[in-house]
C-alpha cells in the first residue's frame, strides 16, 4: 500500500539574506509527506530545519526547486497566493505558541477561522470542538497569561486543527515545555497524523520525540543525509531507507 | 473577529489609547473651536443682510461692506428703481459708524442702522424688552443687551449720545451680534439721518423688494441700465461681498481656517505615531496572522478598525469638550457657533484623520514577513 503524497518538495535549494551575507541554508532538497504519517524532521541547529519548515508551509518559496501541496504548484505565487495556499492546506505548530495574548483560548481559535471567511457560529462551533479535542474543553475561556505551556500549545493545536488542513507543521513544538507536557503535545500530534487525510511533520531536537514518529528525516547542512522509517507497528525504528546524499554542494 | 481584536488591541495598552484619544480630542477641540469662530463670525457679518427683506441691493459704488456703504444715495436713484417693472418696493436704509458717547464719559464706536420697520425692510430682532415699535418714540434707539456694558449704559430707559444727539434706549435685542465690535444700533433712518447730520434725503443703501414671478436677473440688469454711479448686488453678492471685507481682507477668515488646518496636522501625526507604534508593537501577531493564513486585507481591517474606534472615541470626548467651550463662548465677543453641518464635518473629518493616520501603519503591516514568527 504506498501512501497518499499530500506535499513533496523537489530539488529545493534556498538562499537566505543578501550580499556577503547570503547563506544556502537548503542545498538541494526532496522530501514528501504521506497522508496519516507523522514525519519528524531532526538535525542540528543551523542545519536548515526551520527554513525547510517555511518552505513547505509555503511562507518562503525556494531559490530553486518546487514544493507542491494538494497538487497546487508555489511556482509564481506572490504573498498573497501563498497565503491562500496555506489558508487552504496547513496548520503552523510553532515553538513559542505565538497565541495571541488579548483572545481567549476560543478566541484565538475562532480566529484561525475567522481568517478563512468562516461563518461566526460555526466557527464557534468548530473551535470548540478542536479545543475539546485538545483537551482543554475547561479552559475555553482563559487567556493565555492563565495557561500553562503544554496547555498554550495545545491551543496552538488546535488553532492550527481547526482549519481542518491537510499538513501540520510543527516547528520545535516541544522545546519550551517540560518532559510530561512535551509528551502529551506529541502524543497529541501524532493522534492527529493518524487522520488518513493529513501528513504532520514536526521539527524537533528531542530524542524522546523519536517513539511517536512512523518516520524520521535526518538533516545536515542543509542536505538531507538520512531517513528512517519505523514499522507498522511502531515498535521499533528499523532503517529501511538510509540514503547518504552528500554530495558536492549544488 | 477583525473588531474585537482591534478593541483588544487598543485597550491592551492604556496609556497610548490615552494618548491616542488626547490627540484626537485636542485636534477635535481645535479644529472645533476655529471652524466655530469661523462660522460664528460668518454668521455676525452677514446677519443684518440675512434678516433684511430684500431681493436687490442698490449701494453706493465701491461699497465693501454693510457697515461701509456711505451714505450718498438720493431719491432720484430711488425713484428710478421704483420705476423699474418688476419691483414691488424699495426701502432705504441709513447706516453709518458712529460715535456712541457713554453717559458716565468717554465713548466707543457704534454701527448706526436707520430703518423703518413698518416699510417692511430691515426690522431689529430677537427684542427680548420693550417692542421694536417703540423705535418711533422720540430719540428712541435699541440696542443688544450683551453690549451694555461696551455702551456705558445698564439697561431700557438709559440715555446717551450719539455723535451730538441725546438718545434713549428704548427696547432691548438678544443675539445681534457684531464682528466689527462695534454694537448695533437701532433706530428709524430719519433719526438716522439727523444724528448723523446728513440730508434728509440720503441712504446708504435701497433694498428692493421685487413683484411675485419678478426674474430677478432682469430686473437687476434693467435697474444697473437706469442707474450709475452705483452698484445693483443679489442679496447673495452682498453677502459676498461683507464675507470678503471682513474675513478675507482683514486676514481673520485665513488665520481661523490655519488654525483649524494646525490642528489637524496636529492630530494626525499624534494619531499616526501612536497607531505606528501599536502596530509594530503587535508586528508578531500580525506575522501570525499572516503565517495562518489571512489576507493582507484582513490585517488592514484590524488595523483600520482600530483607527476607526479610535476616531469614534476621540470625537465623542472631543465634541463633549468642545460643547462646553462652545457654552462658554456665547457670552463673549467671539462666539463660536456648533451646527450639525459643523458637527457631521467634524466626524467626516476625524474618520478622515485617522485613516489617513493607518497609512503609515498599513504600509509596515504589508511589508511583513510571515518568517518572521519563526525567528523568536
Ligand atoms: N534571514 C536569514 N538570513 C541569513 N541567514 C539565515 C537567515 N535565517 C537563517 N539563516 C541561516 O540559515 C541556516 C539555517 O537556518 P535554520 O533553518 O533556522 O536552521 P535550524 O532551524 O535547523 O536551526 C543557518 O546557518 C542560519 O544561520
Ligand atoms: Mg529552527
Redesign the interface.
Known amino acids: 500500500m504506498t501512501a497518499q503524497i499530500i506535499l513533496s518538495a523537489k530539488g529545493v535549494v534556498k538562499d537566505l539574506g543578501h550580499g556577503a551575507g547570503m547563506v544556502r541554508a537548503l542545498k538541494g532538497v526532496s522530501l514528501t509527506l504521506n497522508a496519516g504519517e507523522l514525519t519528524l524532521l531532526m538535525g542540528p541547529s543551523g542545519s536548515g530545519k526551520?527554513t525547510l519548515?517555511?518552505i513547505l508551509?509555503c511562507?518562503?518559496t525556494p531559490t530553486l526547486g518546487n514544493v507542491t501541496v494538494g497538487g497546487e504548484s508555489v511556482k509564481g505565487l506572490g504573498?498573497?497566493g501563498l497565503?491562500?495556499?496555506?489558508?487552504?492546506h496547513?496548520g503552523?505548530v510553532?515553538?513559542?505558541y505565538?497565541l495571541?495574548?488579548?483572545?481567549n483560548a476560543l478566541?484565538n481559535v475562532?480566529?484561525?477561522l475567522?481568517?478563512?471567511g468562516m461563518h461566526?457560529q460555526e466557527a464557534h462551533v468548530r473551535a470548540e470542538k478542536a479545543l475539546r479535542d485538545v483537551g482543554l474543553s475547561h479552559r475555553l475561556r482563559n487567556y493565555p497569561r492563565n495557561l500553562s505551556g503544554g496547555e498554550q500549545q495545545r491551543v496552538a493545536v488546535a488553532?492550527a486543527l481547526a482549519?481542518t488542513p491537510s499538513v501540520i507543521l510543527a516547528?520545535e513544538p516541544t522545546a519550551a515545555l517540560d518532559s510530561e507536557n512535551g509528551q502529551a503535545v506529541m502524543a497529541l500530534l501524532s493522534q492527529l497524523a493518524k487522520d488518513k487525510s493529513r501528513a504532520v511533520l514536526a521539527v524537533t531536537h528531542d530524542s524522546r520525540t523519536i517513539p511517536f514518529a512512523d518516520r524520521i528525516v535526518r538533516i545536515e547542512d542543509g542536505l538531507i543525509v538520512g531517513e528512517e522509517r519505523r514499522t507498522e507497528s511502531r515498535e521499533n525504528i528499523s532503517k529501511i531507507d538510509v540514503t547518504r546524499k552528500r554530495k558536492a554542494h549544488v | 473577529m477583525v473588531l474585537t481584536l482591534a478593541l483588544r488591541n487598543l485597550f491592551h495598552d492604556r496609556i497610548r489609547l490615552i494618548v491616542t484619544l488626547v490627540g484626537i480630542l485636542f485636534s477635535i477641540v481645535l479644529v472645533a473651536v476655529q471652524l466655530g469662530l469661523y462660522l460664528g463670525a460668518k454668521r455676525m457679518i452677514v446677519d443684518m443682510i440675512d434678516n433684511a427683506k430684500g431681493d436687490i441691493w442698490i449701494t453706493a459704488f465701491g461699497a465693501k461692506s454693510f457697515e461701509e456703504g456711505g451714505v450718498i444715495l438720493t431719491p432720484r436713484e430711488r425713484h428710478a428703481a421704483l420705476a423699474t417693472p418688476g419691483v414691488k418696493a424699495v426701502v432705504p436704509l441709513v447706516v453709518s459708524f458712529a460715535e456712541w458717547r457713554k453717559p458716565g464719559g468717554g465713548s466707543t464706536n457704534s454701527v448706526l442702522v436707520g430703518t423703518d420697520p413698518e416699510d417692511g425692510g430691515l426690522k431689529p430682532w430677537g427684542v427680548v424688552e420693550g417692542e421694536a415699535a417703540s423705535m418711533a418714540a422720540p430719540d428712541a434707539v435699541l440696542v443688544d443687551r450683551s453690549y451694555l456694558t461696551d455702551l456705558g449704559i445698564t439697561g431700557m430707559g438709559a440715555t446717551a449720545q450719539i455723535e451730538q444727539g441725546r438718545v434713549r434706549v428704548r427696547a432691548l435685542t438678544d443675539g445681534i451680534r457684531s464682528f466689527t465690535q462695534a454694537p448695533y444700533v437701532f433706530t428709524t433712518a430719519n433719526r438716522a439721518r439727523a444724528l448723523l447730520g446728513i440730508p434728509r434725503e440720503n441712504s446708504t443703501f435701497f433694498l428692493v423688494q421685487l413683484q411675485p414671478r419678478a426674474n430677478i436677473e432682469a430686473v437687476r440688469a434693467d435697474l444697473k441700465s437706469r442707474l450709475s454711479g452705483t452698484e445693483v448686488l443679489t442679496k447673495t453678492e452682498f453677502r459676498n461681498r461683507s464675507l470678503d471685507q471682513w474675513l478675507f481682507s482683514t486676514g481673520a477668515g485665513v488665520a481661523l481656517i490655519g488654525g483649524a488646518i494646525l490642528g489637524l496636522i496636529v492630530g494626525i501625526v499624534i494619531v499616526a505615531q501612536t497607531l505606528y507604534s501599536s502596530t509594530k508593537d503587535h508586528l508578531n501577531e500580525f506575522a501570525t496572522l499572516r503565517a495562518l493564513g489571512s489576507s493582507s486585507g484582513y490585517i488592514i481591517k484590524v488595523i483600520l478598525a482600530q483607527a476607526a474606534f479610535s476616531a469614534i472615541l476621540g470625537y465623542i470626548l472631543g465634541m463633549s469638550i468642545a460643547m462646553v467651550v462652545v457654552a462658554f463662548s456665547v457670552q463673549t465677543a467671539l462666539p463660536i457657533l456648533m451646527t450639525p453641518a459643523l458637527a457631521v464635518f467634524l466626524f467626516a473629518i476625524t474618520f478622515g484623520m485617522c485613516a489617513i493616520s493607518a497609512v503609515s501603519a498599513i504600509v509596515k503591516v504589508t511589508k511583513i514577513d510571515p518568517a518572521m514568527v519563526f525567528s523568536r
Open positions: 526551520t519548515l517555511s508551509g511562507i518562503l504573498p498573497e497565503a491562500d495556499l496555506r489558508r487552504r496547513i503552523f510553532f515553538q513559542s505565538n495571541f495574548p488579548t483572545l478566541e475562532r480566529l484561525a475567522d481568517v478563512r461566526r488553532r482549519g516547528d
